[in-house]
């Protein structure tokens, strides 16, 4: 989305800027991690290293830290520390850029669980994005001493896999001098493989200095942050067991997974559940091995989700977001002149409702002539008169299939795709009913200021 032109709160088109020439990406600012790092045997028979570990542990310092200590004071002893799976999230102050933020969570949400030590076991969040790409990033990296040294990416159309790397240092015309590159290291295609990801065929993935890495990406009600708290994990099973909670809850709320889950707000809770996990071991017999692995928990009454359109302040909100789709003006009139468009708190209910559905019943009979429009009648067509028109109210009220199929037009989405999209979103019956084109047309509304991120959210599901 490196030339995409966005509105801006209706103000009109707003280019890429020197700076914001990319994807958008969620700024982060402090970890949570999943589990702990201990000693190893060899470390912990060492009195200093031992000692070095313990102060660390007690203020406060982040594993990395202490690891990095404990090289200084004992450069023989090679990789000190290993990671230990345990029930509980690890949060310390060193890992945030305000300490205290650390002390609030754990002092908030942490729990003693007789041991007589407070830990962080459960903890609720809130995702800031409808994308579960985009609160989920993960990717197959290796690492080298002190950065990234290969990393898998998709190619813009999401079919192709290639491993990148950073590309050498410009030097100028006299090989003497490094060019001053401008925002940052360039990357490139890794040389071997032609460029593509291929980790069956991959020396360092088999030899595990390759691996799938992953963090969420959230926001914890209650903890003042402009940034927002990332957990990594390494889990395969943790991802993809959160993609399918994400795509669940998304599809019961219209596609979203961001801000609190109900008018109760409710939020998502990050925990951890002991399962067995089953890999493949060195002589290539399936075992399993018991684990903590990171669960996302949505607490909700899922009926609750599907009724919500419902009810009434539900549909209002939603009346607003199509209007507001609309841009305002809309050809209402007896003579198909634009009207002036009002603040949307100005204008009552009873006028939002009108509008919407004037603009469906002169855009329907629009609709048959559009080559691009699947304009299917239903059954109703056949009953009693009564019946006929009641179908037919039902079908003009509200945005029309024409509406909808207009705003994801200008997305650069042919009518289509996007309704190949919506009935596998939503089911086939989504464009005859006024609840359905709402719904729609709500979901094109949360991504007006990204619609490449619509196309390709779109083309993730197609594929």
Same mark, same amino acid.
């Given at each position: 989305?490196?030339?995409?032109?966005?509105?801006?709160?209706?103000?009109?088109q707003?280019?890429?800027?020197?700076?914001?020439?990319?994807?958008?990406?969620?700024?982060?600012?402090?970890?949570?991690?999943?589990?702990?790092? $201990?000693?190893?045997?060899?470390?912990?028979?060492?009195?200093?290293?031992?000692?070095?570990?313990?102060?660390?542990?007690?203020?406060?310092?982040?594993? +990395?830290q202490?690891?990095?200590?404990?090289? +200084?004071?004992?450069?023989?002893?090679?990789?000190?520390?290993?990671?230990?799976?345990?029930?509980?999230?690890?949060?310390?102050?060193?890992?945030?850029p305000?300490?205290?933020i650390?002390?609030?969570?754990?002092?908030?949400?942490?729990?003693?669980?007789?041991?007589?030590?407070?830990?962080?076991?459960?903890?609720? $969040?809130? &995702?800031?994005?409808?994308?579960? /790409?985009?609160?989920?990033?993960? +990717?197959l990296?290796?690492?080298?001493?002190? +950065?990234?040294?290969?990393?898998?990416?998709?190619?813009?159309?999401?079919?192709?896999?290639?491993?990148?790397?950073?590309?050498?240092?410009?030097?100028?015309?006299?090989?003497?001098r490094?060019?001053?590159?401008?925002?940052?290291?360039k990357?490139?295609?890794?040389?071997?493989?032609?460029?593509?990801?291929?980790?069956?065929?991959?020396?360092?993935?088999?030899q595990? /200095?390759?691996?799938?890495?992953?963090?969420?990406?959230?926001?914890?009600?209650?903890?003042?942050s402009?940034?927002?708290?990332?957990?990594?994990?390494?889990?395969?099973?943790?991802?993809?067991?959160?993609?399918?909670?994400f795509?669940?809850?998304?599809?019961?709320?219209?596609?979203?997974?961001?801000? &609190?889950?109900?008018?109760?707000?409710?939020?998502?809770?990050?925990?951890?559940?002991?399962?067995?996990?089953?890999?493949?071991?060195?002589?290539?017999?399936?075992?399993?091995?018991?684990?903590?692995?990171?669960?996302?928990?949505?607490?909700?009454?899922?009926?609750?989700?599907?009724?919500?359109?419902?009810?009434?302040?539900?549909?209002?909100?939603?009346?607003?977001?199509?209007?507001?789709?609309?841009?305002?003006?809309?050809?209402?009139?007896?003579?198909?002149?634009?009207?002036?468009?009002?603040?949307?708190?100005d204008?009552?209910?009873? /006028?939002?409702?009108?509008?919407?559905?004037?603009a469906?019943?002169?855009?329907?009979?629009?609709?048959?002539?559009?080559?691009?429009?699947?304009?299917?009648?239903?059954?109703?067509?056949?009953?009693?008169?009564?019946?006929?028109?009641?179908?037919g109210?039902?079908?003009?009220?509200?945005?029309?299939?024409?509406?909808?199929?207009?705003?994801?037009?200008?997305?650069?989405?042919?009518?289509?795709?996007?309704?190949?999209?919506?009935?596998?979103?939503?089911?086939?019956?989504?464009?005859?009913?006024?609840?359905?084109?709402?719904?729609?047309?709500?979901?094109?509304?949360?991504?007006?200021?990204?619609?490449?991120?619509y196309?390709?959210?779109?083309?993730s /599901?197609?594929?």
């Open positions: 989305m490196g030339n995409t032109m966005v509105s801006i709160n209706g103000s009109g707003a280019p890429p800027t020197l700076l914001g020439h990319g994807p958008v990406r969620i700024a982060t600012g402090g970890k949570i991690r999943a589990g702990i790092k $201990v000693l190893t045997k060899k470390a912990a028979d060492n009195p200093q290293a031992k000692e070095i570990y313990d102060q660390g542990v007690a203020s406060g310092q982040s594993f +990395e202490i690891e990095k200590f404990i090289g +200084e004071a004992l450069p023989k002893l090679k990789t000190p520390l290993v990671p230990k799976n345990v029930a509980w999230f690890t949060v310390r102050g060193q890992d945030f305000n300490p205290e650390a002390s609030q969570i754990l002092d908030t949400f942490g729990e003693e669980r007789g041991d007589g030590v407070k830990r962080l076991y459960r903890f609720p $969040v809130v &995702f800031p994005s409808d994308m579960w /790409q985009a609160v989920m990033p993960h +990717e990296v290796a690492w080298g001493a002190s +950065e990234k040294k290969f990393w898998s990416e998709y190619a813009p159309d999401g079919r192709v896999r290639y491993c990148k790397c950073f590309a050498p240092v410009p030097m100028n015309d006299t090989g003497r490094v060019i001053r590159v401008f925002g940052g290291r990357t490139t295609l890794r040389s071997e493989n032609g460029g593509l990801c291929d980790p069956e065929g991959c020396a360092e993935y088999q595990r /200095q390759c691996n799938l890495s992953g963090r969420f990406i959230f926001f914890i009600p209650g903890i003042k402009i940034s927002a708290f990332e957990l990594h994990t390494n889990s395969f099973y943790a991802m993809n067991a959160a993609i399918q909670k795509e669940t809850i998304a599809f019961m709320r219209g596609g979203r997974i961001s801000g &609190f889950l109900d008018a109760k707000q409710t939020p998502f809770y990050i925990t951890k559940k002991l399962m067995d996990v089953p890999h493949i071991d060195e002589t290539g017999r399936a075992v399993r091995v018991r684990q903590w692995i990171i669960e996302i928990e949505a607490p909700i009454d899922v009926t609750a989700l599907l009724r919500a359109h419902d009810d009434e302040d539900t549909a209002i909100v939603n009346a607003q977001i199509a209007s507001q789709i609309l841009e305002g003006p809309l050809d209402v009139g007896p003579t198909g002149a634009a009207q002036a468009a009002a603040p949307l708190a204008i009552p209910r009873s /006028q939002i409702w009108s509008d919407i559905d004037k469906g019943a002169i855009d329907a009979k629009q609709e048959s002539a559009r080559p691009d429009v699947a304009h299917t009648r239903d059954s109703a067509s056949a009953t009693p008169k009564a019946g006929a028109q009641s179908a109210r039902e079908r003009n009220a509200g945005p029309s299939l024409a509406q909808v199929i207009d705003v994801a037009s200008s997305y650069g989405i042919d009518a289509v795709t996007f309704e190949a999209y919506a009935d596998r979103s939503w089911g086939s019956g989504w464009k005859h009913n006024a609840d359905g084109r709402r719904r729609a047309l709500e979901e094109l509304g949360r991504y007006r200021n990204d619609p490449q991120g196309v390709d959210k779109i083309a /599901q197609l594929k």
